[in-house]
């Protein structure tokens, strides 16, 4: 079993720039497909993004396409999330998720397709 562990998060001025770390441990990370996911108080959790395990495939919520890149880097079993030009209603806890897939290729929209699951970390932006 894998063991995913966020970091990165913080407080930033709207506008600003974060880049979050999901960092895998455990157990190889290059067949899981990863998703990222955030929970703003007093919302339900929201699909930010996903990366295949290839990392030939990724796809966006529109609230965060053209503002938010995820990357992977196999070697560090680490995938990234760079959130640019953020905004106050980007605060939220954000999540990584990883599922196990055996089609290099594939992404999960949503929480149901992964398994494993990080702690979170906290994103503030203030305006």
């Known amino acids: 079993q894998v063991q995913l562990v966020e970091s990165g998060g913080g407080l930033v001025q709207a506008g600003g720039s974060l880049r979050l770390s999901c960092a895998a441990s455990?157990?190889?990370?290059?067949?899981?497909?990863v998703g990222w996911f955030r929970q703003a108080p007093g919302k339900e959790r929201e699909f930010v993004g996903a990366?295949?395990?290839?990392?030939?495939?990724?796809y966006y919520a529109d609230s965060v396409k053209g503002r938010f890149t995820i990357s992977r880097d196999s070697a560090k079993n680490t995938v990234y999330l760079q959130m640019n030009n953020l905004k106050p209603e980007d605060t939220a806890v954000y999540s990584c998720?990883?599922?196990?897939?055996?089609?290099?290729?594939?992404?999960?929209?949503?929480?149901?397709?992964?398994?494993?699951w990080g702690q979170g970390t906290q994103v503030t932006v203030s305006s």
């Open positions: 455990g157990r190889t990370f290059s067949s899981y497909a």
């Open positions: 990366i295949s395990w290839s990392g030939g495939s990724t």
């Open positions: 998720a990883g599922g196990r897939t055996g089609y290099s290729y594939r992404i999960y929209r949503t929480a149901s397709g992964y398994d494993t």
